[in-house]
């Protein structure tokens, strides 16, 4: 669901792209998108009432969804397996606490969670082990929540994008063919909603944007060269992103279930 898997799944790979963003962190947060607040809200709408909402955000990355979560007065924790990752939150939200840790093993007590968030990044989950996991660390009556930004490839100009990308871009399309989470006693069923959001950017800002998918990330230096070129001349060539900047219109995929 993120800049994935038009290809047959190989464990290897998958396991080298899901390790792969430490080496791109500064990178990875000055250009990947935020997340809508509206989004968020939704994904936490269900632990609300709480005096104070505990939050975890598992794979947390360089702090994107923990930046939003933070602003909405929760007490959020961020887990993160990828020290390069951790450094870049720790340098950006130096208030929040942290941990090293994967979702496969999160490092805190039994039940200490309203909610667990999850941005971009379940699929790269060992989700057999993962799902027990969080349901381990959320109380009864808490939220799982996973969000992804997807470029909206209804519009032709993101749909062309995609295919000069050779699929690193995530797809709003594939999202909605795939979502749900899978079926575990610890949850009750999906729900799934869908947030319109924009970012504005330019030719280099998109292009570095492409440069952080771990599809990419783990090309050598001239196959990926090459695609960076071949996307900024597309780019370059529509009329839509040929002058200065432009706004890149997005999907946030929300899916939320229930611990029972
Ligand atoms: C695309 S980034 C998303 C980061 C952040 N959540 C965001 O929204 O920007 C994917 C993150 O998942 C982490 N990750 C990969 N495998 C993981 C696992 N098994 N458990 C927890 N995190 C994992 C990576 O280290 C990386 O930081």
Redesign the pocket.
Same mark, same amino acid.
């Given at each position: 669901m993120?800049n994935d898997s038009e290809r047959p799944y190989d464990e290897t790979e998958h396991a080298r792209r899901?390790?792969?963003?430490?080496s791109h962190?500064e990178a990875?947060?000055e250009y990947?998108p935020?997340?809508p607040e509206t989004a968020v809200r939704w994904a936490l709408e269900p632990v609300a009432g709480e005096d104070v909402v505990r939050v975890l955000? +598992?794979?947390?990355?360089?702090?994107? +969804?923990?930046e939003v979560v933070a602003r909405l007065d929760a007490e959020v924790v961020a887990?993160?397996?990828?020290p390069e990752? +951790?450094a870049e939150l720790r340098r950006r939200l130096p208030d929040v606490p942290t941990h090293l840790?994967?979702?496969?093993e999160i490092p805190v007590p039994d039940g200490s969670f309203d909610a667990v968030v999850?941005?971009?990044?379940f699929h790269?989950?060992?989700v057999d082990r993962?799902l027990p996991e969080i349901a381990r660390v959320l109380r009864p009556g808490g939220v799982v929540a996973a969000?992804w930004?997807l470029e909206d490839d209804a519009v032709s100009w993101i749909a062309g994008l995609k295919e000069v990308s050779e699929s690193s871009l995530p797809s709003a399309r594939k999202w909605r063919d795939q979502r749900g989470f899978p079926d575990h006693p610890a949850y009750s069923d999906s729900e799934v909603a869908e947030f319109q959001h924009r970012q504005r950017r330019t030719t280099d800002s998109m292009v570095a944007l492409v440069g952080?998918?771990?599809q990419v990330i783990v090309k050598d230096e001239v196959d990926r060269a090459q695609l960076l070129a071949r996307i900024r001349g597309y780019l370059r060539a529509r009329t839509e992103t040929a002058s200065g900047e432009f706004d890149v219109p997005m999907i946030t995929g929300v899916l939320r279930a229930i611990r029972v």
């Open positions: 993120d899901a390790g792969s963003f430490g962190a990875y947060a990947r935020s997340y955000d +598992l794979a947390a990355g360089t702090g994107k +969804l923990t887990v993160e397996p990828d990752m +951790l840790g994967s979702a496969e999850v941005g971009q990044a790269w989950f060992d993962a969000l930004n952080t998918h771990s």
